[in-house]
Every structure is written in C-alpha cells, then in structure tokens.
C-alpha cells in the first residue's frame, strides 16, 4: 500500500499533493475504517493572506478531483465488510461531491447566465441562498462545542461567494497541475487584499450585529 501511495501518478505525473485523501482511498480500498480524530494535535502553518489561501483552495481542489476518480474505480463494489446502510451513506456522500465538481462549469455558466439577465433577483437569491445553506456549518460548531467559531459561519460562506466561487470548476479544468501553490511565500496583491479586508469585514460586521441587537445577543447566549 505504501508503495502505490508514494508511486501514484496522475496525467503521467508523479501525485504530489492531496497526499492525505490519497492514503485515505488506499486504506479504504483495503477493507479498513478511517476516524476523525478531533482530539489529536497538529502543528501546520495556515494561511494569513487572500494568495496563500486562494492557492491551499485550489491545491485541495485539485486533489479532490484525482481521488474522486480513484475512489470510483472501487467505491462502487463491495470493497469492506460493513453494514448495507454504511455502504449506502458512504457511497451517496461519494455521489453528491462528485456531482459538485462536475457539474461545476455547467452550473456556473447558467449562473452567469441568470445573473446577466436578472441580476438584482439572482443576486439576493445567491446571497439567501448562502445565507441559509451555511446554517449546517453553525450547526456543526454550535454540536461540537465550537460556538464562538459558530458565529462565522455565516460571514465566511458570504466571502466564498464573493471571493472563492471559482476555485471548484478552477480546480476541474486544472486538476492535471500538481504544484504545491503555498511552499514559495508571495505578497498579495491589491485585489487579494481587498478580499481578505472583505472577509473580516464580514466577520467583524457579524459580531456587531448580535452585540448590538438585545434580542439576538440574548438568543445567541441560549444557543450557544
């Protein structure tokens, strides 16, 4: 196994990155379970910049679209002795990621296409719509004790709609290239900055509207 994972290729290249997913699919493939750990301690360096962030995005992309197809090559028969609806919630999780990437460029072009017809509908639907679908990332944190994290749950998913929407069909058209993106360390540009400026804009703006709304403060300390 060990061997395959340090020798996988990938368009004829040797698979540089997505090295966790990659031993994942391969123990997986075994017949073995994989845990999450949340307890265990990690030492890694995270990005501080729009750059450094935009490119991690991207590398993890990426890979996920390499190991999706690995993943399908034995996801699909009965590769571990687990229980039907294990198999069954595995590969349905399989199936909706997979459908996210691909069908990421024609999704995409109807949304462009939406937007330059009825731009101030599409917008505050897209923006509802973000709204409402992060509420799964609040209720995941607010589970796991995270609660204070909770409370971004709302204003970053805002930012990757503004910021990040391209990194999966990116990611898609570019999965061949396995460069690692963050090693070498680049200044951001104006535009980079201005996003990530946004992004805690968002964060901060969020904050002030629980402080300074009773009500929802007073909420807010019941929940979390």
């Given at each position: 196994m060990l061997d395959r994972w340090l020798h996988q290729r990938y368009f004829g290249q040797e698979a540089n990155i997505g090295e966790d997913r990659a031993i994942t699919n391969?123990?997986?493939?075994?017949?073995f379970k994989v845990r999450f750990q949340s307890t265990a301690c990690v030492l890694t360096k995270v990005p501080v910049h729009f750059a450094g962030l935009r490119k991690m995005y991207t590398r993890w992309?990426?890979?996920?679209?390499?190991e999706s197809i690995a993943f399908a090559r034995f996801g699909f028969g009965r590769f571990a002795d687990w229980p039907r609806w294990r198999m069954m919630l595995t590969r349905l999780n399989f199936i909706a990621?997979?459908?996210?990437?691909?069908?990421?460029?024609?999704?995409l072009t109807v949304m462009i296409a939406l937007s330059?017809?009825?731009?101030?509908?599409?917008g505050l639907k897209l923006v509802a719509?973000?709204?409402?679908g992060s509420a799964w990332m609040l209720a995941i944190c607010a589970w796991?004790?995270?609660?204070?994290?909770a409370i971004f749950a709302v204003?970053?998913?805002?930012?990757w709609l503004a910021a990040l929407w391209w990194i999966t069909p990116w990611g898609?058209?570019?999965?061949?290239?396995?460069g690692w993106l963050t090693r070498a360390d680049t200044r951001p540009s104006l535009l980079r900055r201005l996003a990530a400026a946004m992004g805690a804009a968002f964060a901060r703006a969020g904050r002030l509207v629980i402080q300074r709304t009773p009500g929802l403060a007073r909420l807010t300390s019941l929940l979390f």
């Open positions: 391969l123990i997986l493939e075994q017949g992309a990426r890979s996920d679209v390499r990621k997979s459908a996210s990437i691909s069908l990421a460029w024609p999704m330059l017809a009825f731009p101030m509908a599409i719509g973000t709204i409402a796991r004790g995270r609660r204070f994290d204003p970053y998913a805002l930012f898609l058209a570019t999965s061949h290239r396995g």
